[in-house]
């Protein structure tokens, strides 16, 4: 009489499970994976060891069986890397869970065997690529790692990791609260200062001359600002203008007028070719004829007639060449990154002061010098911040299409701290993604300090692709100026797009490098975004540059 209701390891000996359903299932010499080996899985591991988890191999003898696991950022053979192990001597208790061995951090999980365990004596299976093995979802799947994984001060090169007791010594106390986070109610915990001396005092009397906590911290001045009290009272406000909660007060000059730094003094020269008697108009009462405006004859002014609305014309398509705002020139001597926005997932991006000649094109350089009788023209550079981030931020100008365009900037990698990576680079075609809501997709250059290459990479919406390109760039240092060029041109047919990449350096002349022209064909269409590019490093960019080029 047939079962009607077969347990759950019972019906997964007659399936593929745990491999997913679109993976072959057939191993390296041609046969199909035995279904009756496995019969249950649970896998966890975090997402930055890779994608897809998969069976490399499977051995049964009379003595033990062993099962490997490995994991890979796509379905080929690009990058393997072990993920867990289990080796149990037989013979084996069936449906029974035993744990996975984790060969890498943050992988635990564990397995349950069935009957072809205990029937074979002698079975070995090999796969060497995922698209044969790889895991259901349901059974093996990833997870996003904590963004915070360790405290520690700015000096110690060890975090502090698991479960850590924060203390502190008067006047600072820290103490678990209820806090309401982005409309979530989160314990935390809370650093604050506490006045000792009050709280004394309350209890004993004698101890009334103690120093006030508030007394302690003061500064120099002894005196609130607000109260009107300091002798040397600070610039409270510029206009209506105040300072932020840091008391930091920025002011932002644009347009007309270039600035320079006072060597030995804490001011700012600003130079302008408007002067005085073009700001500030003479007065025009009277007039010339000595009339006052109620002097002056009626008239009937008849008002012009209004100007015909241009029409409307269509967005370019990608087959336009010409764009007459083009070339385009950012080199942030206002100290303002406006028409550059950071990506919502990026780090903070700022304005730097920065050193050397080599964050402005030659001719700019030149032409600025003219104007300061010392020579000095003050250098800024757009600098990303985060070590933690993957710095993002986009050039919201007036171009429409990122094809028939050669982008260049001057860029260097700065020192950073313990665990920070050393790269910069360009983003080429920030868009949407054409099948996946929500996310952006992308291809980016990128030189890098850590590895001593240039290489191209394609961002799927998820993760970074293998290098599509790559060069070794020997030499490449800390704190050198080098010139980075991304050309963008149509193909041969109309789905190809060819880019190449060029690296240039300044502070070195003689490192050079560069790859191209390379054809893709996932690169359009190509109305998305072009920007700059700093995986958790801090990397300053000292101009912008976009101009357009021919077939």
Known sequence: MAIRNQHWYSLNEGIAYPVDETATGVD????????????????????QLGRYAFISSITV???????????STTLGTATLKPLVVISEARPVVEGRQYPLDPQADGVSGWITFGSGVSSKTNYRARFSTPQQSFLTARAARSYAPLAVTGMRTLDAATPLEGIVRLQATEPLEIVGEDREIDGILR????????????ETTRQDTTTAALQSVFQQFTGPCGKRPDSNTCTKPPIEFINAVGPDCDGVLTVQIKGFALTAKIDGECGVLIDTPVGLFDACLPPQLPSSAGLLPSQY??????????????????????????VGSLPYYEGFGDMSGD???????SGRWLITLTTGDNTRPTWMSQSLSESFSDNFVPQYALTSESQALRNITLWQGFDVQTVFRRVSVHTRMRPGTVGSKYNTGLVLNYRPHTT???????????????TQTLRLHYFDG????????????????????????ATVLPGTATTETKISVQII???????????????????????GRIGFYADKSVSEFGYFYLEEVNA
């Open 28 to 47: 390296d010499d041609g046969l199909r994976l035995q279904n009756n080996i496995i019969t249950d899985l649970h896998l966890r591991w975090s997402n």
């Open 61 to 71: 003898t009379d003595t033990f069986v062993s099962i490997t696991f490995l994991v």
């Open 339 to 345: 028409m550059f926005v950071p990506i919502p997932t």
């Open 297 to 322: 004859a009626e008239t009937n002014v008849i008002p012009p007639e209004p100007p015909v609305e241009p029409p409307v014309a269509p967005p370019p398509s990608e087959s336009v060449v010409i």
């Open 436 to 450: 996946i809501a929500g996310r952006y997709e992308y291809y980016v250059a990128i030189l890098s300090y850590d």
């Open 462 to 485: 998820v993760q970074l692709s293998s290098a599509v390109a790559s060069v070794f760039v020997p030499g490449i240092r800390l704190d050198d100026w080098y010139r980075i060029s």
């Open 187 to 198: 314990k935390v915990a809370v650093v604050r200062l506490i006045d000792t001396a009050i």
């Open 505 to 527: 350096g300044l502070t070195i002349p003689t490192v050079f490098a560069e790859f191209g022209p390379i054809v893709v064909t996932n690169y359009r269409p190509s109305v």
